[in-house]
T-cell receptor, first 112, second 114 residues
């Protein structure tokens, strides 16, 4: 059984660019949640996908968007990057609404 | 709306002494509560969860937490700290009223003195 994997692990972008982060969910999990964790802060909920549909969204602007694929893997897209988008982006998978999240190690994004 | 407040941003204890990390919650519904641990440059790992069964919840690595509705608290404890316990700890709450999203606190950094 493989755990949650994220790619890339680190990346650097400049303001105004676009980024795509990828997540493979744990085997048997049909729900993926994305979180943003700024340095020294707790993870902030971005959105959740359940069976390829967005199933809840946090307080993030529309330039944060996502997808979930039939194999339950997921992408997080961020357009028009801003300096404050610099953070660790965490993906977590789960089975439905059980609330028990299994996290990947994250993608660390630096925006210059 | 659900929220959690972690009362200490940093806790330092000596190896072998008890650990207490404090968390208060706010929820309009019967909450599910969690404690996660994050080691440096790693993702979060679930320590334990409360889902309205026994109020004293035992987790991994000797940690446990007690749900106290009257105090709206869910403090994390361990009888004897180990050097490997040094990490960031997050209390979290979820509700099944909407999207089952989990809301995290701001974290408590636990340091262990030799």
């Amino acid at each position: 059984e493989t755990g949650v994997t994220q790619s890339p692990t680190h990346l650097i972008k400049t303001r105004g660019q676009q980024v795509t982060l990828r997540c493979s969910s744990q085997s048997g999990h049909n729900t993926v949640s994305w979180y943003q964790q700024a340095l020294g802060q707790g993870p902030q909920f971005i959105f959740q996908y359940y069976r390829e549909e967005e199933n809840g969204r946090g307080n993030f602007p529309p330039r944060f968007s996502g997808l979930q694929f039939p194999n339950y893997s997921s992408e997080l897209n961020v357009n028009a990057l801003e300096l404050d988008d610099s953070a660790l982006y965490l993906c977590a998978s789960s089975v439905g609404g059980t609330g028990e999240l299994f996290f990947g190690e994250g993608s660390r994004l630096t925006v210059l | 709306a659900q929220s959690v407040t972690q009362l200490d941003s940093h806790v330092s204890v000596s190896e072998g002494t008890p650990v207490l990390l404090r968390c208060n919650y706010s929820s309009s519904y019967s909450p599910s509560l969690f404690w996660y641990v994050q080691h440096p440059n790693k993702g979060l790992q679930l320590l334990l969860k409360y889902t309205s069964a026994a109020t004293l919840v035992k987790g991994i690595n000797g940690f446990e937490a007690e749900f106290k509705k009257s105090e709206t608290s869910f403090h994390l404890t361990k009888p004897s700290a180990h050097m490997s316990d040094a990490a960031e700890y997050f209390c979290a709450v979820s509700s099944f009223s909407s999207a089952s999203k989990i809301i995290f606190g701001s974290g408590t950094r636990l340091s262990i003195r030799p």
